[in-house]
């Protein structure tokens, strides 16, 4: 990425690293163990998650199929770009699905590393945490100072 900076911006650079990151994860990332560095325990969401994705992935499918044939009929210029929209978003979501397996929650010295896949990485110091609870309001949920980690809740 630091070479990159030298030719492009940096924000740019950083755009181009998350998008080959997610590109490598959704089509050439198939096995291997979750990322869990050592002296860290990893608590797993992605059996709960996966299942709901895997459907919106299904119906993606069928929508990509259906206005495909659709709009055929009357732009091919529309098809075309259609297409390739639909098809960088389908890549994109099963790169969303593999991440899920691949970051874990983490549980480290320092505090709590919540991850949700490549979209949230955010560590919360022991510090921080007053109190493990299990119900929450809406007024909390919404509150600024909450990090809300729920993606299909």
Not at 75 to 84: C, D
Not at 93 to 112: H, N
Not at 120 to 147: H, N, S, Y
């Amino acid at each position: 990425m630091s070479a990159a900076s030298e030719f492009i911006p940096p924000a740019l650079a950083r755009l181009a690293v998350a998008e080959i990151a997610v590109i490598h994860m959704a089509l050439f990332r198939w096995g291997g163990s979750a990322d869990v560095p050592a002296n860290t325990r990893a608590f797993t969401y992605h059996k709960h998650l996966t299942p709901m994705c895997a459907t919106l992935l299904i119906l993606s499918a069928i929508e990509i199929a259906a206005y495909h044939l659709l709009l055929g009929h009357w732009s091919r210029t529309a098809t075309v770009v259609m297409f390739i929209v639909s098809d960088v978003g389908f890549v994109y979501l099963v790169g969303l699905i593999k991440s899920f397996r691949f970051s874990p929650v983490l549980l480290t010295p320092e505090g709590v590393r919540v991850r949700v896949g490549f979209l949230i990485d955010q560590l919360v110091p022991l510090e921080a945490i007053a109190a493990v609870e299990g119900r929450f309001t809406g007024e909390e949920v919404r509150d600024a100072d909450t990090l809300n980690a729920a993606l299909l809740a």
